[in-house]
């Protein structure tokens, strides 16, 4: 029964992270329409579109008021760029406050809250008209992540508490993160053309809904007598100056600054070099979906067979994602493009499989096994990628170019993978006196103890 549980629990998580980054992206290719038709600035979706558009059932988008007098090109890119980085940015204040709640709380409250807060933020997108209420819906995002992704992620490391489950149910999240970021557009691109730009926020938050009640049917907030005796997890600030967590937290932002820095400045590179059509640009991602998946995979079964190499295959990723970033400037059509970006997306799978359990590991074997904040901490570390890239790469592009950008990019993780040396013992030490759960030898204390106890023995 309770290996069945964590199972469900597993895809509750998996779903909420789908749809976490569904909502990222699915935007991206109704965001720029939808501001010019807020704006009057003749796009497709423009008020003087006639209704019903091009009959193929995009008439709802011809209904959008005009708020706005027709502005910049350049105008237009800023305030696209700073909506997508909005999420990001609140994320990242709102983590560390997340991470500590979750330590006192659990992890299925501040779960379920997460989703209430993305359904929310999802149903403002689908009746969004006018910049600001779009900004809000963003950043509403961003706190409902802030919950469910770290709480999601927290669950799943508390509940496979043994490798290499643990391993492989993070590599499935991971998996989902990757589909449900390089699915989202062709997704709201096609449902955004032929049924509105209501219908894939809609559709988003019906199935956040659906989450939501599973999760409460599996684990309902409160509902266990486990977290009466939890134990005191250790503080956010202690976990961040741990040198081995410091270390790891590195890794997993530098590896994500050439996706993140990438996704908005390789389209117009796409069009200015190599005079790339719309839909290579939008299917730009798409194919790097299977070599991440692939990554997962391999980083799941070496970790299985050689668990005291995790340092190293982070590593490897991290060189692969820095020779990949390379290589991007040197393409010269559509065909050569996609090799380096699967390569990059193949060591980001490599590095997030490997590191991600390591950091529940140090937690356990360092501190105490209770997982918010140091999940936390990695959050924090993909939204200093993520709030950064749409504002800063187009002025690294603007300024230095766009060779420069992914030059220095792929050297910055080329130089800190032999840093993850520094992890090479880390499968080597032994637990510490203070995680009382995994010392049988003194049986259980208290409640809490006791119900950790039956779940590992079942």
């Not at 779009?134 to 409902?144: I, K, V, W, Y």
């Not at 400045?265 to 796409?270: Q, V």
């Not at 790469?393 to 993780?413: D, E, K, P, R, S």
Request: aromatic fraction near 8%; proline fraction near 7%; include cysteine.
């Amino acid at each position: 029964e309770a290996r069945r549980q964590r199972r469900l629990l597993l895809v509750v998580v998996c779903v909420a992270l789908l749809l976490d980054n569904m909502l990222y992206m699915v935007i991206v290719p109704i965001i720029p329409d939808y501001i010019a038709a807020m704006r009057g600035g003749g796009g497709t979706a423009g008020p003087s579109a006639p209704a019903g558009g091009n009959g193929s059932g995009g008439g709802n988008r011809s209904l959008l008021p005009a708020r706005y007098p027709p502005a910049s090109g350049d105008n237009e890119d800023v305030q696209i760029g700073v909506l997508f980085a909005s999420k990001a940015m609140l994320q990242l204040l709102v983590n560390p406050l997340s991470g500590t709640l979750i330590d006192r709380v659990g992890y299925e409250a501040p779960l379920l809250a997460g989703l209430a807060v993305m359904f929310l933020s999802t149903a403002t997108f689908a009746f969004a008209e006018n910049y600001a209420t779009l900004f809000a819906a963003r950043s509403l995002q961003g706190l409902g992540s802030a919950f469910a992704d770290t709480a999601g992620i927290a669950l799943i490391a508390d509940r496979y508490a043994e490798e290499p489950a643990r391993s492989r149910a993070l590599g499935t999240a991971l998996a989902c993160i990757s589909f449900g970021s390089l699915a989202a557009p062709p997704f709201g691109g096609v449902l955004y053309e032929f049924a509105g730009k209501r219908v894939p926020f809609l559709v988003l938050a019906f199935v956040c809904v659906l989450d939501g009640l599973l999760l409460l049917v599996l684990a309902p907030p409160g509902g266990t007598g486990a977290r009466a005796n939890m134990p005191v997890g250790t503080p956010i600030h202690r976990l961040m100056i741990d040198p081995y967590i410091a270390v790891v937290a590195g890794a997993l932002a530098t590896c994500n600054i050439p996706l993140a820095f990438l996704e908005p400045t390789i389209a117009n590179w796409m069009k200015d070099s190599m005079g790339a059509s719309e839909w290579e640009v939008g299917l730009t991602w798409l194919p790097a979906f299977f070599p991440h998946v692939l990554g997962v995979y391999v980083t799941v079964r070496l970790a299985a067979a050689y668990p005291h190499l995790q340092w190293f295959y982070g590593a490897l990723g991290m060189a692969i994602i820095g020779a990949s970033s390379c290589l991007v400037p040197a393409c010269r059509n559509f065909g050569q493009v996609i090799i380096p970006l699967c390569g990059i997306c193949f060591g980001i799978a490599l590095v997030d499989t490997a590191l991600l359990p390591t950091l529940a590991f140090l937690v356990d074997v360092r501190h105490v096994s209770v997982y918010g904040s140091v999940y936390a901490i990695a959050d924090i570390s993909y939204c200093v990628a993520y709030a950064l890239g749409p504002i800063v790469a187009g002025q690294i592009v603007h300024t230095m170019g766009f060779a420069q950008l992914n030059l220095g990019m792929g050297l910055a993780n080329v130089l800190y993978a032999p840093v993850l040396l520094f992890l090479k013992n880390v499968c080597q030490m032994k637990p510490s006196h203070s995680e009382r759960n995994i010392l049988l030898e003194e049986g259980p204390k208290g409640l809490y103890d006791t119900i950790k106890m039956e779940e590992r023995k079942g």
